[in-house]
């Protein structure tokens, strides 16, 4: 990949760039701004340079619609307010308003297109239907693009792969960051390498456990996910999220890592409620033993301390995913533990994934606790697996 000096001068030029701006929200308030913090080194650059800028960012999974509920106007604000320069925000993504703003940027000056998942083609899986979408991006007069939306670079989709083939480019400073962290995970693995797997994103995150069996020596599983390996024991769930057409592929990933020598651990008792509510009233059972009528929202305490046990005890440890809806008090303990853990770890630790940062910042834990906090979750993932990243594997070999 080329770094954004390999780009030459970029006094007067367009930089179209893509970053990763999906923060967590309360309303239009954001709850945590790190995924933005970390996209400003690489755009104070490309305004020192001379350049004048143009973002390219999404939030959430609006799904080709517009939606208000989706705007990236909190995180154009607050990206203004951390540069210390105004970021305008298009009305549109391609439209009207998006091309009014990109002719008359100027040199130093930033500008934001609306998210770019309101069009339907961003996400695509028709070749030719992105690179469409893709020609309207470069044609928005760019003269180069940067990639470094790290947290997306797991997505072929149109401003993070397909544009990049329109246009001379480079990596940003927070994408070559984030690899040169992660390759470290995968040459410099000091055993015991325990992966902490967790969250909601449970269908994207369970692909990848086949590939992690191999490198890893334990896989922990926590957080939204636990349930369809449960289910795949022969376990009712009650409520819970699970992935019915998923329990196979559990069940195959035990018996192979049973093959393997391999351990996947999952919890042995769980915090269940009847809603999925911050008042909700929290109950403690065994993971086995799970009532029909409620859903689990958390690990319960004996399997936050066996967890805490193994990850202290690693000397590599990758950490994606809450263990539980940390955002609602009463079911962040077992988050809280497993972070503190991975504090402890003598040897490197990294936790990765928006709502994994956003969830030990706000338990309290400081971003030098850990190894290295990465802004994708997902991304490392698959990066870890071994996998070729679309939006990587797009950019000029240097
Ligand atoms: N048992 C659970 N049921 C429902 N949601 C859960 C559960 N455990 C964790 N979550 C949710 O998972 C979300 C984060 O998932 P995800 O996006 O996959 O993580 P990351 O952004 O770190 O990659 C959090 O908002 C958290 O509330
Ligand atoms: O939040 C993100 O990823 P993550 O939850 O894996 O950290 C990225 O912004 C990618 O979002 P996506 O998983 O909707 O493509």
């Known amino acids: 990949m080329k770094s954004i000096a390999d780009l030459g001068d970029l006094s007067g030029k367009k930089v179209l760039i893509r970053c990763d701006l999906n923060v967590p929200l309360d309303g239009e308030t954001i709850t945590d701004d790190g995924r933005i913090r970390a996209s400003v080194p690489t755009l104070k650059a490309l305004l020192d340079a001379g350049a004048g800028v143009i973002v390219m960012a999404h939030l959430g999974r609006p799904k080709g619609q517009v939606n208000p509920k989706f705007s990236l106007a909190p995180a154009a604000a607050r990206l203004g307010e951390l540069l210390g320069v105004e970021v305008k925000l298009a009305d549109d993504v391609v439209g009207d308003s998006a091309q009014q703003l990109a002719s008359a940027l100027q040199a130093g000056e930033v500008m934001m297109l609306q998210n770019v998942r309101y069009e339907p083609a961003e996400e695509s899986k028709d070749e030719a239907e992105r690179a469409e979408l893709a020609k309207k991006y470069a044609g928005l007069g760019a003269d180069v693009f940067v990639s470094d939306g790290f947290g997306v670079v797991h997505r072929k989709q149109a401003s993070v792969y397909d544009v990049a083939k329109l246009l001379p480019?480079?990596?940003?400073?927070?994408v070559?960051?984030?690899?040169?962290?992660?390759k470290q995970l995968t040459t410099e693995t000091k055993n015991p390498y325990v992966v902490v797997l967790g969250g909601s994103k449970v269908s994207d995150k369970l692909k990848v456990i086949d590939n992690l069996l191999k490198t890893a020596d334990t896989l922990v599983i926590g957080g939204g996910m636990l349930f369809t390996f449960l289910k795949?024991?022969?376990?009712?769930?009650?409520?819970?999220?699970?992935?019915?057409?998923?329990?196979?592929?559990?069940?195959?990933?035990?018996?192979?890592?049973?093959?393997?020598?391999?351990?996947?651990?999952?919890?042995?008792?769980?915090?269940?409620?009847?809603?999925?509510?911050a008042d909700a009233p929290p109950t403690v059972c065994a993971a086995d033993e799970m009532p029909s009528d409620q859903m689990g929202l958390d690990i319960g305490p004996e399997s936050a301390t066996a967890f805490a046990n193994v990850i202290r005890t690693?000397?590599?440890?990758?950490?994606?995913?809450?263990?539980?809806?940390?955002?609602?008090?009463?079911?962040?303990?077992?988050?809280?533990?497993?972070?503190?853990?991975?504090?402890?770890?003598?040897?490197?630790?990294?936790?990765?994934?928006?709502?994994?940062?956003?969830?030990?910042?706000?338990?309290?834990?400081?971003?030098?606790?850990f190894g290295h906090i990465s802004t994708g979750g997902g991304a490392s993932l698959e990066y870890l697996e071994g996998k070729e990243l679309p939006g990587l594997a797009v950019l000029d070999a240097n």
């Open 232 to 277: 795949a024991n022969g376990h009712e769930v009650g409520t819970s999220l699970l992935e019915e057409d998923q329990v196979e592929t559990c069940r195959n990933y035990l018996a192979e890592a049973e093959k393997l020598g391999k351990e996947i651990i999952l919890p042995t008792d769980v915090v269940v409620a009847p809603e999925f509510k």
């Open 169 to 174: 480019n480079a990596a940003g400073l927070l």
């Open 314 to 369: 690693a000397h590599t440890v990758f950490w994606n995913g809450p263990m539980g809806v940390f955002e609602m008090a009463a079911f962040a303990n077992g988050t809280r533990e497993v972070a503190e853990a991975l504090t402890k770890v003598d040897g490197l630790s990294v936790v990765g994934g928006g709502d994994s940062a956003s969830a030990v910042r706000a338990l309290g834990f400081a971003d030098d606790d």
């Open 176 to 182: 070559e960051k984030e690899v040169q962290v992660l």
